[in-house]
Structure formats: structure tokens, C-alpha cells
């Protein structure tokens, strides 16, 4: 690519975005969906962890083919499948209203959504350092704070001026920006190409086996995927907290969410500016302090007190300002372990974390209760876990030299 380097992070930012917008953009919906499609929230959820899970898998297809046949074709082809099935969302969840329906239609869409993730964090590598690639990715979070922060409130004014459907179109038309923008510039980036074409196709997926008997990329991952997991819990059972519990409207969930965005926004700036002189391997576990705090603050509060948009969104922010320090070292650390095969590592370290987001709504979906409890131990949990894998890294990396290259 021969754009100026802020070119460079607002193509990667959109290109990472595309990929979560269309969860983020609806979520505010989820209520109002389940009254539409006359469904249980159970069944409403199910169209997110459905997402999670094809998003999760489609990305091992992405991740080998981009690394063996380069990543312009392999993401054209994908954004190309997004973009059609985000507009057969619509279309036959209208003709045919039912909530089995859209579930189908979302699983299929998740198999176009994952390109852009997966190329993006591979991107990135390909065009920079290891620590340079932290740097990057923690401005491209930055930046891309903005459409998450956007986003749910975009989508809960949707909702209350059109339904659902209106943040499908909406996606669409973001995801055809970067099409075009796609198209129109990017240059192959992948310069192991040549020499992963003459591996076999059997050869190229072993990649996954040696990523997984790598200690460094297996404690990158699961520190990232644990902590993606309990965010996810917000994005899923936070509208029915806010709105159906008490009583907010789609559009205050909205603007209730832009606090921890925002937080998330100012995070990254400073992990961008610590990469240089504190490195990837310390960014985690000086992140994870961060998010541990905060979810023991949120799990406090959710058991002696009742439940309040101060009480859910206080401590989320507070996470938020580690998850955007650790996430980027935990991104770069992954893709950065075997360079040859970053679209491999890219696609294992996106399964892994859409996965762990998929199980923790799956737990979630087992209680009925109107209670958040289930929320705020589900969502803590998971970020303990993480904290306790990340102390273990730290402690492994200081008496052994890194593995990464």
C-alpha cells in the first residue's frame, strides 16, 4: 500500500470494524426484535452467538487461503459474501418473519463478516514489526472506538425511528465503502505468497497444529479470547438489562455505551504511546490489572447492590481502558509468533476469541432470571481467568527469553 500512514490505519480500522459493526450496530435492537419475531430473548441471543460461532470457523478458511493464494483475493471474495448476505437478511427475514430464519441468515452472513478481521490483523503484520504492529493496532482500536462507540447509538435511533432492519441496510453500505476502497487500492501485502504456494494445501492447515504447540501464541490467545468473552456479555445481555430491567429506552443504551468507547478511545492512545518503551509482553499484563479490578468491582457491585446503568457501565469502563491496552500486544504477540504464516495466526487467534464469546453467551442463555447476576459472574469470571493466564505469562516470559520474532 502507498498511502500516507493515517490512510493506512483508517483502511485497517474500517477494514477490522466491518467485521463487528453489524453486532454492534443492532444490539440496541435485541429487545424489540424479540417482540417482533414474537421470540423468547433466549432465541434473540441466539442470532448473536449463531454469528460468533460461523464468524469463529469461517476465519480458519480465511486465515490458511490468504496466507497460500495472498490476501487482496481472498478478502474481495469475502467482503463480496458479506455484502450479499447482509442484504438477504433483510429481504427474507421480511418475507418470511421468523426468528429461525434470521438465525440461518446471520450464520451465513458471519461467513462474509470474518474476512475483514482476519485480513486486517494479517495486514497489519505483513506491513509492520512486531512491536510496530502493536503500535498500529492500538491506534487503529483508537480509532476504531469510534464505530462501537457510534454504532449502538446510530443503531438505537434506527430503532426508534424505523426496526432492525434499518442497521442491516445501514452495515451494507459500510461494508461496500471498504469494498470499494478495497478495490480500488490495496496492493498484495503478503510476501511469503510465492513460497507458501509451493507447500500443500494439507501442509499449509498443519500451521494451525504448530501455532497451538507455541506457549507465547497459546497465552496471547487465551488472554485475548477470556477477556473478549466477558466484553461480549455486554453486548448480549446489557440491552436487556438497561432497557427491559429498568426501563431505559433502546436509544439511552446507545449513549450509555459510548462512556466505556470513549474510555476504550483514550486507552489505545496510551498504549500506543508505551509500545516503544514497554514493549509487547508488559502492555498484557499491565492491561489485565486494569480489567481484573474492574470486573471485581462489577461482580461487588451486582451482589450488595441493585442493579443500576452506573453500576453496569461504571465498571465496564474501567475495563475498558485496560482491554485497550492488553488487546493490542495480545494481537500483535499472536500474528507476530510465525511470521510466514500471520494469516494462520490471525485466523486461530480470531476463532479462539469469537469462540469464547460464543460459549459465554451460550452460559448466559441458560438463565431466565431477570436478574443481571448471571451477567456480572459470567462476565467476571471470565476476565479472573484471563488475569490468571496472563500473571503465568508474565512470570514464564521473565525467566525465559521470548519466542516471538
Known amino acids: 500500500m502507498t498511502w500516507h500512514p493515517l490512510w493506512v490505519i483508517a483502511y485497517l480500522t474500517g477494514l477490522i470494524a466491518s467485521g463487528h459493526i453489524s453486532t454492534n ?3 440496541p435492537s435485541l429487545p424489540a426484535m424479540a ?22 470457523f469461517g476465519q480458519l478458511l480465511y486465515g490458511p487461503l490468504s496466507d497460500r493464494y495472498g490476501r487482496r483475493t481472498v478478502l474481495i471474495g469475502g467482503l463480496i459474501v458479506y455484502a450479499v448476505t447482509t442484504l438477504g437478511s433483510v429481504v427474507l427475514a421480511t418475507l418470511f418473519p421468523s426468528i429461525e430464519v434470521l438465525i440461518l441468515c446471520r450464520a451465513l452472513q458471519a461467513l462474509g463478516a470474518c474476512a475483514g478481521p482476519v ?4 495486514i497489519t503484520r505483513d506491513l509492520y514489526s512486531r512491536e510496530e504492529t502493536a503500535r498500529v493496532m492500538a491506534y487503529v482500536a483508537m480509532a476504531m472506538g469510534l464505530a462501537p462507540a457510534f454504532a449502538p447509538v446510530l443503531g438505537g435511533h434506527l430503532e426508534e425511528w424505523f426496526d432492525w432492519r434499518a442497521s442491516f441496510l445501514v452495515t451494507l453500505g459500510f461494508v461496500l465503502v471498504v469494498l470499494v476502497a478495497t478495490l480500488a487500492a490495496l496492493k498484495e501485502t503478503n510476501t511469503y505468497r510465492g513460497v507458501n504456494t509451493q507447500e500443500s494445501v494439507v501442509g499449509m492447515v498443519g500451521g494451525f497444529a504448530e501455532l497451538v504447540r507455541s506457549r507465547d501464541f497459546m497465552a496471547f490467545v487465551l488472554v485475548g479470547s477470556l477477556v473478549y468473552g466477558g466484553m461480549f456479555t455486554f453486548q448480549t445481555a446489557g440491552p436487556f438489562v438497561i432497557v427491559d430491567l429498568l426501563g431505559y429506552t433502546a436509544a439511552d443504551y446507545g ?12 486507552g489505545s492512545f496510551i498504549a500506543g504511546r508505551l509500545t516503544h518503551s514497554t514493549g509487547v509482553d508488559a502492555m498484557v499484563p499491565i492491561g489485565m490489572l486494569a480489567v481484573v479490578f474492574g470486573a471485581a468491582v462489577f461482580l461487588t457491585l451486582a451482589l450488595t447492590m441493585p442493579a443500576s446503568a452506573l453500576n453496569v457501565f461504571g465498571p465496564l469502563t474501567v475495563m475498558s481502558v485496560g482491554m485497550s491496552i492488553m488487546f493490542p500486544g495480545t494481537m500483535a504477540g ?3 509468533i510465525k511470521p510466514r504464516i500471520a494469516g494462520t495466526a490471525s485466523a486461530l487467534y480470531g476463532f479462539l476469541q469469537m469462540g469464547a464469546a460464543a460459549v459465554a453467551i451460550s452460559v448466559l442463555g441458560l ?10 459472574w ?18 514464564w516470559s521473565r525467566s525465559a527469553p521470548s519466542s516471538a520474532q
Do not use: K, N
Request: charge should be positive; include cysteine; aromatic fraction near 20%.
Open 334 to 336: 499472536a500474528v507476530s
Open 25 to 27: 450496530m443492532y444490539a
Open 119 to 122: 485480513m486486517g490483523r494479517a
Open 35 to 56: 417482540a417482533y419475531f414474537d421470540a423468547s430473548a433466549a432465541s434473540v441471543q441466539a442470532t448473536v452467538s449463531v454469528f460468533l460461532i460461523a464468524f469463529a
Open 378 to 395: 459470567v462476565c467476571s469470571l471470565a476476565m479472573f481467568a484471563a488475569g490468571a493466564v496472563s500473571f503465568w505469562q508474565w512470570r
Open 367 to 376: 438463565f431466565e432470571s431477570r436478574s443481571h447476576l448471571p451477567f456480572a
Open 255 to 266: 449513549w450509555f455505551s459510548a462512556a466505556p468507547i470513549l474510555a476504550y478511545m483514550v
